[in-house]
């Protein structure tokens, strides 16, 4: 069975500060995406990885895939109230369908 | 806009009640998808499929059941529901398989008593 363990589990800090979400298997997946969860809504994707090594770019956010495609990472830089929600990584399974790692929720305050 | 809505955001029903979750996608999409979303454990696929009248189970199908009649509407059913059918209700859709992006209806929160 795939897994995906993400930490931490919660996450509260003050505006303007940086933090990193980790998002780890012992499977290799085919590519990795990252969603967003705002309270009363649906997850929405920020980013999907596909190879090794590769790093993405979206504004403050950054987004790392392992080498061995196994992990992935979220940094967020000077984290804004607007970043608040819940994080979610998600691989692509060996049955094409997508597991999705058990969440960090991120609260930041003003 | 791809918009997924669902046709409940909160539900309450009581236990051995049958239970009917909608959902409806306007972008034409072929694979849909029904999730429950419970703290700590991340999304959990119940169901999915990739065309009218075609089903797949997902990771925890038991005491459900889905019905698509139509292209763009994916229904979940609780037969009997149970207490421990007490979640987050998550519908999504896609043009592809796992590397395409899925987009998520808002969710229904169902409590079963």
């Known amino acids: 069975t795939q897994l995906l363990e993400q930490s931490p589990q919660f996450l509260s800090i003050q505006e303007g500060e940086n933090l990193t979400v980790y998002c780890n298997s012992s499977s290799v997946f085919s590519s990795l995406q990252w969603y967003r969860q705002e309270p009363g809504e649906g997850p929405v994707l920020l980013v999907t990885?596909?190879?090794?090594?590769e790093v993405k770019k979206l504004k403050r956010l950054t987004f790392q895939f392992g080498d061995a495609r196994k992990d992935s990472s979220l940094h967020i830089t000077a984290a804004q109230p607007g970043d608040t929600g819940l994080y979610l990584c998600a691989g692509e399974g060996t049955t094409d369908k997508l597991i999705f790692g058990t969440g960090t929720r991120l609260q930041v305050f003003p | 806009d791809v918009k997924v809505t669902q046709s409940s955001r909160y539900l309450v029903k009581r236990t051995g009640e049958k239970v009917f979750l909608e959902c409806v996608q306007d972008?034409?999409?072929?694979?849909m998808f029904w999730y429950r979303q419970d703290p700590g454990l991340g999304l959990r696929l119940i169901y999915f499929?990739?065309?009218?009248?075609?089903?797949e189970k997902g990771d925890i199908p038991e005491g459900y059941s889905v019905s698509r009649e139509k292209k763009e509407r994916f229904s979940l059913i609780l037969e009997s529901a149970s207490t421990n059918q007490t979640s987050m209700y998550l519908c999504?859709?896609?043009?592809?398989?796992?590397?395409?992006?899925?987009?998520f209806g808002p969710g229904t929160r169902l409590t079963v008593t």
């Open positions: 990885v596909v190879t090794g090594g």
């Open positions: 999504a859709s896609s043009l592809g398989g796992a590397t395409y992006e899925q987009y």
């Open positions: 499929s990739y065309d009218v009248k075609m089903k």
């Open positions: 972008m034409d999409h072929e694979n």
